[in-house]
């Protein structure tokens, strides 16, 4: 893995091609940009996502960190990316498994799964954050990547769309808790469900008594 380079600071950033570029003119040609969606709530998968914009990617498609788009957009792009990207991989990576490898752990394997499983196989990585998972592909870290990088931005709203349908779909098998609204997230409604109702098989059990435990403080 190279040294990772990027800023802490990325407010006002938009993505670009510079990383793909650069990899491009050091004779790489499939270049996936990885991101995740659900570190931090306390239920739900957390979904990872790798995107081979490839050569031909019209860049002219208004992609952006998923965070900063309206569902409605990610949405639109969503369906844009897996129509248009020369390749994609979306991987899934249950709470049980993440209470048994632990929430870093749980993601590096989905990036590695990701790196793994893309078809046409990727010859270089981006990576957003600064834990780059262990896989022969090589590449490197971009700390606010979904800010500055394209692909990884792409990458960023495949991930999130997936989680979020995944909530919306078990907000109807399991109505008292709200993940209709908070997709799982720490949210005040969400604590407070816990505590009234306890938790699903979806809920990451690693996560549960800090988070109870600050709700009812």
Wanted: charged fraction near 25%; aromatic fraction near 6%.
């Amino acid at each position: 893995m190279e040294k990772q380079r990027g800023s802490k600071n990325a407010s006002g950033l938009v993505p670009t091609l510079e990383f793909e570029t650069a990899a491009l003119n050091r004779g790489f040609r499939n270049i996936a940009g990885v991101d995740e969606a659900g570190r931090g709530p306390l239920a739900g998968p957390v979904v990872v996502a790798a995107v081979i914009l490839g050569e031909a990617w019209n860049t002219g498609h208004p992609l952006d960190d998923s965070k900063r788009l309206s569902a409605q957009k990610r949405e639109c792009l969503f369906d844009l990316v897996c129509s248009e990207a020369q390749a994609f991989k979306i991987v899934s990576i249950s709470p049980q498994e993440i209470d048994r490898l632990d929430i870093l752990q749980a993601t590096l394997f989905g990036m590695y799964r990701c790196l793994t499983e893309i078809e046409p196989a990727a010859d270089y990585a981006l990576v957003d954050g600064n834990h780059y998972p262990h896989t022969k592909v090589p590449g490197e870290t971009v700390i606010k990547g979904d800010a500055r990088s394209k692909s990884i931005a792409a990458a960023s709203i495949l991930a999130k769309v997936t989680r979020d349908r995944i909530m919306l779909e078990n907000a109807a098998r399991y109505p008292e808790w709200g993940f209709e609204s908070h997709k799982g997230y720490p949210t005040k409604m969400h604590r407070e469900a816990i505590a009234k109702y306890g938790l699903t098989p979806l809920h990451r059990k690693s996560f549960r008594l800090k988070p109870v435990q600050m709700s009812l403080l």
